[in-house]
């Protein structure tokens, strides 16, 4: 079993939709999250930080982790076609410097 | 958010000679500094961790003498690829965390150095 695992995907929705990216983990050490954006050719742009549970909001972008049940999400509100790209999470934690991610989910948003 | 510049984006070299790639952190420092590489369609590979002022950390299976590592200040660490051949083509990627914020800070990335080996 993968540490972390997510959906590649991939996730066609029309524009204005709300999206659902999620993420499951296995270890449940990992104290802080990360949602990163990829577009093809480019490194990864951090989008969100979150180190507990709960929601964060960011924009039309929002955070959401579920501690107790090992699982992460990312929001996205009035998905535009520049949001087509891949999402990557990625998890940590304290006094260990490697970050795990996920494999990315590829979103495409379709005018 | 924090600034890291890769350079080159982009690189094109004969079988047989060495690549560097070289990786900086432009608004905050970093003791800590990663390399991953990253196929088609597939998630990041962490190659190896690299520390300021002492000898990077490699991932199992990563050859540590034909991906050199050099972390000599806290802004700049450079990946060498020596003797590159075809099966070294692939996509690049630094990242680093500011060291103020401790080993929880925020991951951030460059922009990438895609190498193609002929």
């Known amino acids: 079993q993968k540490e972390v695992e997510q959906d590649p995907g991939p996730l066609s929705v029309p524009e204005g939709a709300i999206v659902s990216l999620n993420c499951t983990y296995s270890?449940?050490?990992?104290?802080?999250f990360m949602w990163y954006r990829q577009y093809s050719r480019k490194g990864p742009e951090l989008l969100m930080y979150t180190y507990s549970s709960g929601n964060k909001e960011d924009g039309r972008f929002t955070a959401q982790v579920d501690k107790s049940s090992k699982y992460i999400s990312l929001f996205i509100r009035d998905s535009q076609p520049s949001d087509s790209a891949t999402y990557l999470c990625a998890m940590g934690f304290r006094g260990y410097q490697k970050v795990t991610f996920g494999t990315g989910t590829k979103l495409q948003v379709i005018p | 958010g924090a600034v890291v510049s890769q350079h080159p984006s982009r690189v094109i070299c004969k079988s047989g000679t060495s690549v560097k790639i070289e990786c900086r952190s432009l608004d905050f420092q970093a003791t800590t500094m990663f390399w991953y590489r990253q196929f088609p369609k597939q998630s990041l590979m962490l190659m190896a961790t690299s520390n300021e002022g002492s000898k990077a950390t490699y991932e199992q299976g990563v050859e540590k003498d034909k991906f050199l590592i050099n972390h000599a200040s806290l802004t700049l660490s450079t990946l060498t690829v020596t003797s590159a051949h075809p099966e070294d083509s692939s996509f690049y990627i630094c990242s680093a965390r500011d060291a103020q914020r401790g080993d929880t800070g925020e991951l951030f990335f460059g922009e990438g150095s895609r190498l193609t080996v002929l």
């Open positions: 270890n449940s050490a990992f104290q802080y």
